[in-house]
């Protein structure tokens, strides 16, 4: 089993730069698919960002030139770095990873317990 834990989270500025990390433990792979999703209150988790093992970025069309993903597989944790922060970012953040195909989608087999991040104006 694939433990994830995130962390970084917090209370921001808008313009601001926040970088959240998501540590591994157990049997990890560095052949996962990692990825990033939010959650906003009172709507659903969506896709953030996600970065398979062979290093091929995806990212969602909010994040896209604001926020970056990498992952230190000697390290066994991913990060993504988020600048220019607005409100709308505003979201529990959190990390998956898992042998998926569908890197954007929900299907991943492991998930953090997420950090919040709050952005205000």
């Known amino acids: 089993q694939v433990h994830l834990v995130e962390s970084g989270g917090g209370l921001v500025q808008a313009g601001d730069s926040l970088s959240l990390s998501c540590a591994a433990s157990g049997r990890a792979t560095t052949r996962y698919t990692v990825g990033w999703f939010r959650q906003a209150p009172g709507k659903e988790r969506e896709f953030v960002a996600a970065?398979?093992?062979?290093?091929?970025?995806n990212y969602a069309d909010s994040a896209k030139g604001r926020f970056t993903i990498s992952r230190d597989n000697a390290k066994n944790t991913v990060y993504l770095q988020m600048n220019s922060l607005k409100p709308e970012d505003t979201a529990v953040y959190y990390c998956?990873?898992?042998?998926?195909?569908?890197?954007?989608?929900?299907?991943?087999?492991?998930w953090g317990q997420g950090t919040p991040v709050t952005v205000s104006s």
């Open positions: 970065m398979t093992w062979t290093r091929v970025t």
């Open positions: 998956a990873a898992g042998p998926t195909a569908s890197i954007t989608g929900l299907n991943y087999a492991y």
